[in-house]
């Protein structure tokens, strides 16, 4: 491609993203999408909740679960009608007909709603920056100097007593008569840290507050630190400052029932904090509360300018309507991926058998069962799972959003863009404008 025709390549790549916004600007009802987004800001503070930490925790999982929900609807609608109109006013034929004028036309498309993607994050973050400095209650929560946690799940933990009733509910259990448990963090989660503070989140047996002994090592068995600390039921327990020698290869975190104490648990099944399933974390680090919540915003750009690019690539061959409807039904498979992987794993595993007079036979699954498997578990592995995107937990809880995971979730957008900007550009070649 010579510079002449690449000038041209470019200019009409640039025509056709002026083009998107400029119709999309004209729409009035796209306006109208962040009417309701602002009803959700300035109600989602009183809403009734148990307590001030309940409040602030429920207003931000609102703003930015319903927010992203509502700019969703509003994206979709504004991607999905944009070529049929084209197509059918013949607007689009002014761009088609210069070089790579198909590519340009879909390019421009998709980077056009990535743009309006962009410019209802930035609002979305803007709003709830402002509302929640002009909210006096959660001043303590998101002061400048305020932590949101850089944190390592353990890699492993065990018992040194067979006590310890495991099976109860999804809690291990330190009861009366069981010892103690041993978390161990590997050197890789301390990621060269030479100083850290732990976070218990346990699940207390009764109604009063108890306490535990937290003992923490190296891992030639060298104590680091030994604290009695006090332990309320699903709050956070801190073990502050603690010195990690250069070059310790991991850090074992003993924590033991004392005496007078009740018996209490740390929750493994439910992902209480966001990151980790375990009950205790090792903090390594910190990130200013707005910082964070700029991530979670950009996470959320993320995903409505990949659901963007399905939607462009539906309204290559559909119309807008069903286009929109067809986008729709995606995102709402997206957000039951787990569920699905869920329901794939249990099909053909339960443990029924056919009983004889000699003996029992183990029930083999159906066809059926197993055809209905395969295809959902296919399925789940290639379909684009929303959870990828799933930024809320870790911002309630204080945890700072990995840049790892800020990376792999911009990766992942590329990757699906990618697939429909192909498949789309194929459909195109063969579309008569």
Known sequence: MNKSVEKRFFSSILASTLVALRQAFRQQWFWLIFAPFLIVVIFAPHLPADSETASYRLSLKIILG???????????????ASIPAEISSKTAQRIAIAPCGRISLLTGRILAFSILAALAAIIGFVSTCTLF?????????????????YSSAAVSRHSGNKKIASEKS?????????GDITWN???????????????IVPVVATTVDTSALVS???????????????????????????NIPPGTKSVNVRISRLPDSSPFGFDFNLDELGTEKNGVSLITGSRPFYLNLFAAWFVVWIKLSLF??????????????????FSCLLYLLSNIINFLKEFAAALG???MHAHTHIQHVPHEPAFIEKAAKTAITLFTDYFPD???????????????????????????????AATCWLASALILRRKEF
Do not use: C
Not at 219 to 229: A, P, Q
Not at 387 to 403: K, M, N, Q, Y
């Open 308 to 325: 963007a690019s399905t939607a462009v690539f539906a309204s290559t061959f559909l119309s807008g309507p069903i286009a929109a409807a």
């Open 386 to 416: 929303a959870s990828r995107f799933d930024t809320g937990e870790a911002l309630i809880w204080g945890r700072a959003i990995p840049f790892g995971f800020i990376f792999h979730a911009f990766l992942y957008f590329l990757i699906y």
């Open 66 to 80: 319903g927010g992203s929900a509502i700019f969703f609807i509003g994206i979709i609608l504004a991607a999905s």
């Open 170 to 178: 999804g809690v291990l259990w330190v009861s009366e008569n069981a």
């Open 133 to 149: 400095k002009t909210t006096g209650s959660y001043s303590k929560y998101i002061k400048d100097d305020s932590r949101q946690f």
């Open 349 to 351: 595993t339960h443990e």
């Open 216 to 242: 923490i090592f190296s891992g030639k068995g060298g104590k680091l630190k030994s604290e009695e600390i006090s332990l309320f039921d699903n709050r956070p327990s801190f073990v502050r400052q603690i």
């Open 185 to 199: 963090f590997n050197a890789k989660n301390l990621s060269g840290a030479t100083k850290a503070e732990l976070m």
